[in-house]
C-alpha cells in the first residue's frame, strides 16, 4: 500500500492491485495527473526482471518490463506528463543512461 498526505494535511492509502510477481519496489514517482509510477527489481531466485509499473488515477496497473537487469533505476516526471527514468549498468560503474516515455493522454 501506500500512504498519501496532502498538501492540507489528509492521509489515504492507496491500495496497490496483485501483480502476480514478486518484486522489490525501488522509486516511486507521482506526475501532474495523480499517476504513480513505481521501478520494481525482482527477488533473486523467485523472480527475474526489472520494470516499471504505472498505477493510473482509475486504479489500472500496467507493467512496463525492462529486457536488462539494471543495478538501479530511478523515476520522475515533468509538468507535461513524461516520465523521465535512469538506469545505473548492473556490470559497470559508468554508463547510466536516461530514458523518456511519453503517454497518450
Do not use: C
Amino acid at each position: 500500500a501506500i500512504i498519501k498526505i496532502t498538501p492540507n494535511g489528509m492521509v489515504s492509502t492507496i491500495t496497490i492491485p496483485s501483480i502476480n510477481k514478486t518484486v522489490y519496489i525501488n522509486k516511486l514517482t507521482v506526475d501532474s495527473v495523480g499517476n504513480i509510477f513505481f521501478s520494481y527489481s525482482g527477488i533473486g531466485g523467485v523472480s527475474s526482471g526489472s520494470g516499471i509499473y504505472r498505477l493510473d488515477v482509475e486504479g489500472n496497473i500496467t507493467d512496463f518490463p525492462i529486457s536488462t537487469t539494471p543495478k538501479n533505476i530511478t523515476l520522475t516526471s515533468d509538468r507535461t506528463g513524461n516520465l523521465y527514468f535512469i538506469m545505473a549498468s548492473s556490470t559497470s560503474p559508468v554508463g547510466s543512461q536516461v530514458y523518456k516515455m511519453t503517454f497518450a493522454n
